[in-house]
């Protein structure tokens, strides 16, 4: 398989390719459920990042860095917790779509710690969270404002809606699916693939599969 590499300078690799304690938390390619029973592919193809500074110094768009999106705690699971790590190859797209976010509310935006790429090993994810695919993320402040409140997260909720046609974001509330301490924005589960690689190979026991 070839080895590509980035215009940032990252490697694009192989989930399915990485060593066994990397692939039973990544689970490259393999199928999860969501909350509707609805199998959904994780995502194959990953960014290598090297080191926390590697990560501080990538950008991956104007105003965001690849660190910002990769700030985990102990829940994360212990193999991701360490260099080198690996991040779905979605995730400039979910920057991109921050900056269209950004430029819409005209100020800073700030992603919360574990509210960017998690793992679907990670204490925090339940069923296939779109965090598992990097094109969810969670932001606890834009500017000044703190989104604690049903007013500030309802504000800007209908901004990115109107910015992203097609973002899903999170109600306020304090149930199950709602969010009281955060904006949640969720582009759905893309798989990025990156031109120069293989691609996955069909299998008709789990492509055909309705279920």
Not at 10 to 15: E, P, T
Not at 128 to 134: E, F, L, V
Request: aromatic share 10%.
């Amino acid at each position: 398989m070839p080895d590509p590499s980035t215009s940032f300078g990252l490697r694009v690799v192989d989930g399915r390719r990485l060593p066994e304690p990397l692939r039973e938390v990544l689970r490259p390619g393999a199928l999860l459920c969501d909350g509707k029973g609805r199998a959904r592919r994780l995502p194959r193809y990953f960014y290598e990042v090297p080191s926390w500074a590697a990560a501080r110094e990538t950008p991956l768009s104007p105003h965001f860095y690849l660190w910002e999106f990769i700030h985990t705690d102990v829940r994360e699971a212990p193999p991701l917790l360490k260099f080198p790590r690996y991040v779905p190859c979605a995730l400039p797209l979910l920057a991109a779509c921050l900056e269209v976010f950004r430029d819409a509310v005209g100020t800073y935006v700030h992603i919360a710690a574990n509210g960017g790429y998690r793992s679907p090993a990670h204490a925090l994810n339940t069923s296939a969270s779109t965090h598992a695919w990097g094109t969810a993320v969670n932001i606890y402040r834009i500017g000044d404002t703190w989104l604690d409140t049903r007013e500030a997260i309802t504000r800007y909720a209908n901004a990115a809606r109107e910015a992203l046609p097609g973002v899903w974001t999170r109600a306020y509330g304090h149930d199950p699916g709602e969010a009281d301490d955060h904006l949640h924005l969720d582009m759905g589960y893309v798989r990025s693939e990156p031109r120069d690689v293989p691609g996955d190979t069909y299998n008709p026991k789990l492509d055909d599969d309705p279920r």
